[in-house]
């Protein structure tokens, strides 16, 4: 399959251009910035060692979070920008050599914005507002304007564009269609997903229906985002495990396409899928530069399976995290070793940091990245 038009064109309005895109890794021994380091990596060119950032690097793990956030509540701080910004800089606070902030904000943001919304449930999980149970309750979504009520992300995106200048690469983000559609039928999360799984077989015109809407919401949010100021953004797929066979093709894959058809412009787009390694060569068919890698398989294992050159974020497994920071330290190097020195890596974990995470371990990680070239 031929890569995507999307996947060969680049944002050029805003604070990023073709050029430097085109030509980030290209200094020829120059000291690179962590901005520049993250844009050779996504283009697979030279550029020293690998950029490092964490899923989930602003969160519960830190004691400042945890201190701002006694003080308000999830939802509260994604919807305040200057709260928003607050919570993205303290993981580059502790830890200057990330190369990366990633805004503080929750994939959930889009169904609010379709009026369905969502809280934290006591016992914990995500509990949605109500769940979509007919074809009446999918009339309901309201796509139109659904962009512009999400002003509170562009806001914060701008504010972090001027804090972080040029230096530090902005990321953005958002779920895949078939992500926020299990939320949106499942009225909530779920580990296993048996409303949204009988569903596709009792009414599959409806799930479509529901996937149509959350790709038109998905692709202008993005390119909103990126007319904000991010350079990058990354497309969780965090239930591609659900769906198995053909049925990840028909429900999830093809949507994610749609999005990256629908942004006005290619930037470089991280397309993460949990559980899907093995399916790594349909991931890089979607023309995205980049495939954010769980830890279930090693890079050069998936490497092999895309089918083309590419680059891989991931994956060291995320409980090394909330172990000793020697161990981490040596977990990491291995990744690495695996990477072979391919220029396409960006690292990071295979998922989320944890709240059991240590701080002096989250430090041995990126001091072992840092070691490992200029």
């Known amino acids: 399959m031929a890569l995507l038009p999307s996947a060969r064109r680049w944002y050029a309005g805003g604070t990023t251009n073709l050029a430097l895109f085109e030509t980030a890794g290209l200094a020829g021994g120059v000291l690179m910035n962590s901005r520049e380091r993250f844009l050779a990596a996504l283009r697979r060119q030279p550029h020293g060692r690998a950029p490092v950032w964490i899923m989930r690097q602003a969160g519960r793990y830190l004691p400042e979070y945890r201190a701002l956030k006694a003080k308000s509540d999830f939802v509260t701080m994604v919807r305040t920008p200057e709260l928003a910004v607050e919570v993205t800089l303290q993981p580059l606070r502790r830890f200057p050599q990330l190369d990366a902030a990633i805004l503080f904000s929750d994939i959930l943001v889009i169904p609010e914005a379709l009026g369905v919304g969502y809280r934290f449930r006591e016992e914990g999980g995500i509990a949605m507002e109500r769940a979509l149970t007919s074809p009446a309750d999918v009339a309901t979504l309201k796509l139109e304007g659904s962009a512009d009520r999400l002003q509170y992300v562009y806001d914060a995106l701008a504010i972090l564009r001027k804090e972080l200048g040029l230096n530090k690469t902005l990321l953005g983000f958002a779920g895949s269609p078939w992500t926020l559609a299990c939320y949106l039928v499942e009225g909530g999360g779920s580990e296993t997903f048996p409303k949204t799984k009988a569903l596709l077989k009792a009414d599959p015109k409806m799930m479509h229906r529901i996937l149509e809407i959350l790709t038109d919401a998905v692709a202008q949010y993005l390119t909103r985002q990126f007319a904000a100021g991010a350079d990058a953004i990354q497309i969780f797929d965090s239930w591609a495990g659900a769906l198995t066979g053909a049925d990840y093709e028909e429900f999830s894959l093809r949507y994610i396409r749609a999005v990256l058809e629908r942004l006005p412009v290619g930037a470089p787009v991280i397309l993460y899928a949990k559980g899907k390694s093995p399916q790594a060569a349909a991931l890089a068919q979607t023309g995205v530069p ?42 990491t190097k291995a990744v690495l070793d695996d990477n072979a020195g391919d220029p396409g890596h960006i690292f990071n974990l295979g998922h989320g940091i944890t709240p059991q995470a240590r701080i002096e371990t989250f430090q041995a990680v990126v001091d072992a990245v840092v070691a490992s070239g200029v």
């Open 290 to 331: 980049c495939l954010g890698v769980d830890w279930t398989l090693p890079l050069s294992q998936v490497r092999l399976l895309a089918g083309r050159p590419i680059c891989l974020q991931g994956n060291l497994d995320p409980e090394f995290m909330t172990g000793e920071p020697a161990a981490a330290a040596v977990a």
